[in-house]
């Protein structure tokens, strides 16, 4: 395994780092597997585990949470993400000073350490004043609730307007921004957010690598029944769209001319962009992430790479 630093920080994060998004406490919920799973994980030699209050509204974090307390805190890198509604209450969500404070301790709570290496504000809120979930940021490492704060799909504008306001008042600024970021969606993150990373010196931890599965062939000939877009309704507009599935068939071609499966490129074409600090691996079974922690041990040609680029640069 590989080690990055997070950006300009000191701390360093496992190139692929494993994700609880729509899996522990909803797709995986046997808590053998969940267990087989975090410690085939570690065994690989990943330390960053990422987690949000509402994947499968908390419980992700408390199954997660469990399994890691075997670990030596220092050897984990443990991070989770505040903004979504977790409840009807009209204060429940956002990021505002009130919500921030109450959900990171019911995160610190739910997955059972004093500290979060990392907290994410999950998307921006337009509702709340940026200077205030900067504040509350800046309070939480003060009082070592957190070491380090990050932003999740803001916009390049959003995080500069962030570090304009941490280096004017002297609060401490975010210090990494986690976008989706794969072959099919690239063209906003190289052209935003990696010229802003490389300016400020913030590191990239990019979520769903694989497209949520499209990318594996998986929807090649269809929907199938409990897949993930197939449950989430929201994501499939996003992902399942004509031009991508036939993206997607055109990427299978390649992949089997060069001989590799399709997930195994898809992360591979990834581990060359030295402007990630970690991809986040998504796994429901120990031998999906074996599979494609083989990635690690991929290489692609300058001239397999110029065709990926090609081809998903339309």
């Known amino acids: ?28 919920r046997d808590a053998g597997v969940q267990r087989k799973i975090i410690e085939t994980a570690r065994e690989a030699g990943i330390n960053f585990f990422d987690l949000a209050d509402v994947y499968a509204k908390g419980e992700a974090e408390r199954a997660v949470g469990k399994i890691l307390r075997q670990y030596p805190r220092h050897e984990l890198v443990i991070s989770s993400k505040v903004f979504f509604p977790f409840s009807d209450d009209i204060n429940d969500r956002g990021l505002s000073r009130k919500h921030i404070s109450e959900s990171i301790d019911r995160s610190l709570k739910r997955i059972g350490t004093d500290y979060l290496d990392i907290y994410f504000c999950h998307r921006f809120d337009p509702e709340t004043p940026l200077e205030e979930t900067i504040r509350a940021m800046d309070d939480l490492i003060h009082r070592g609730k957190i070491l380090y704060w990050g932003t999740s799909e803001w916009s390049a504008d959003q995080i500069r307007d962030a ?27 190289e052209n935003e957010i990696f010229p802003l990373t490389e300016e400020l010196g913030l590191g990239i931890v990019a979520f ?26 929201w994501l499939r507009k996003i ?55 083989r990635a690690l041990s991929v290489e692609i040609s300058d001239d397999l790479a110029a065709e990926l680029n090609l081809l998903f640069s339309s």
């Open 163 to 189: 570090w304009t306001l941490c280096e004017k008042h002297g609060y401490y600024p975010p210090q990494v921004e986690q976008p989706q970021y794969n072959l099919l969606f690239r063209r906003r993150v």
């Open 239 to 293: 992902i399942l769209t004509e031009r991508n599935i036939e993206l997607s068939r055109k990427f299978g071609v390649l992949a089997e001319q060069a001989g590799i499966e399709r997930p195994l490129l898809a992360l591979a074409w990834l581990l060359r962009r030295k402007q990630l600090s970690s991809i986040l691996l998504g796994a429901s079974s120990p031998e999906q992430l074996q599979q494609n922690l």
């Open 208 to 233: 769903s690598p694989l497209a949520s599965g499209l990318l594996t062939g998986k929807y090649d000939d269809g929907l199938p029944s409990g897949s993930r877009l197939e449950q989430l309704e």
């Open 1 to 28: 395994m590989e080690y990055r630093n997070l950006g300009r920080c000191g701390m360093k994060v496992s190139l692929l780092g494993f994700g609880g998004w729509a899996t522990f406490g909803e797709k995986v």
